[in-house]
């Protein structure tokens, strides 16, 4: 039976207005840490995003930068290339990685917060500068008897902001079984998997494609598991079933020149891969700790809870400043005249595929690595000879050399 009542601009978006994250952050959270407090212009815009308020009146009479109407709820405003989600996507890596460093030592998977680590480089042998992960955990082996064994050597996790409008691509049967928002988000975690740029090593001049990059990753036993955020907070269910042990939707289809994307994607939701890690953190927490207060109140009882309570601040707080940030540069419309929606619906692709580089010295603590060194001295060539000719002598490379060391 069609629903009459709940009005289209609801019906469409209520699977993320339902997701209970954002709700967590904004009524349960215990403001004495102050942490946790939000200020009243944020608070307010996430409030209205969550209750499906207007943010905007006569949204149609403002233009955002890119040229095209503003709506009254602020979704354009998470779907406009013109409006960088970096900022966003940063702020809200960085809460992920304060809340692992508490909680997966209580589910005992690490044993220090700094094998939590922030865009690692050095794990791609063929070009060491890009940093394939937002973040990632370093896993030991040598942990004891009691602690969670994991097959592998790292987990990598990569942020992405899925579009707000963009209608996704789906089948008539995937479509009546998931949410349309659900598909947004398999489709930002398939992309992430099958990213569309390689990158090109410094030394050999060689140009490395995305899926080879992607194979490298799985040959030196990493696990790569995308975090598709949504526009009111909804997570990716491959990240929820890491978090809380949800089945994850069935994986969409790769290309046949994709074959490491795919295998990157069939191993992210193998029984190998960890999963419902809050599960277990709460399990380790009541065994070791009885019914003491994880969060030191109430409020924050379980590690469970407070993992969910720190997600939903960093998510809508940086939802909502990248919305509050996005309508500082509106401008207003005297002619009403709309410009062309694909001027600013764009799709992924153009703004959150690229690999990112790391551009400072490559060293790992004292130890030498034959591969860091090269890309030391092929930096120091181009100090010697910056127009990058190709005929190299003996005493460039000498120069070189005297560079780096």
Known sequence: M????????????????????????????????????IDNE??????????????????????????????????????????????????????????FQRILPVAKMIKSKTQVEKEPFGIIKSLPRIQPFDLSIRLDHSLDSGSWRVPFSRIGFDVVLIHSTQ?????????AKYTETDLRLRYGEKMKFARSRGSTNPITKQTIPADNIIGELMTSNNVFLPIAVGPH??????????????????LPTFQDDRPNAKLAAERAISSRTPFDVLGKANKSWFKTNGHSFFGGTYLSSTPELWANQQLGLTIQTHLATHIKCSLNKIKYNFSSAHASESQSEQILEEEVLDWKVFDGPLTFGNKSNDILHD??????????????STGRTSDDISKARSVVR
């Not at 709506?71 to 013109?82: A, I, Q, T, V």
């Not at 890309?375 to 990058?388: F, N, Q, S, T, Y």
């Open 233 to 250: 907070g909804e997570l990716g269910s491959i990240f929820r079933r890491f978090l809380q042990g949800d089945d994850a939707l069935a």
């Open 2 to 37: 069609h629903d009459t009542i709940t009005p289209d601009h609801v019906r469409d978006v209520l699977p993320g207005l339902l997701d209970r994250r954002a709700s967590l952050a904004l009524m349960t959270l215990p403001r004495i840490v102050e942490s946790n407090r």
């Open 375 to 388: 890309i030391h001295e092929a930096d120091a060539l181009r100090m010697v000879d910056p127009k990058g």
């Open 167 to 175: 209608p996704s691509s789906s089948s008539q049967s995937e479509a």
């Open 42 to 99: 944020t608070y307010q815009i996430c409030l209205k995003r969550k209750l499906r308020l207007k943010i905007i009146e006569n949204a149609e009479h403002y233009l955002c930068k890119c040229g095209h109407a503003l709506d009254d709820y602020g979704d354009h405003c998470l779907g406009c290339k013109s409006n960088s989600k970096t900022i966003a996507s940063n702020g809200i890596r960085d809460g992920i990685i304060k809340m």
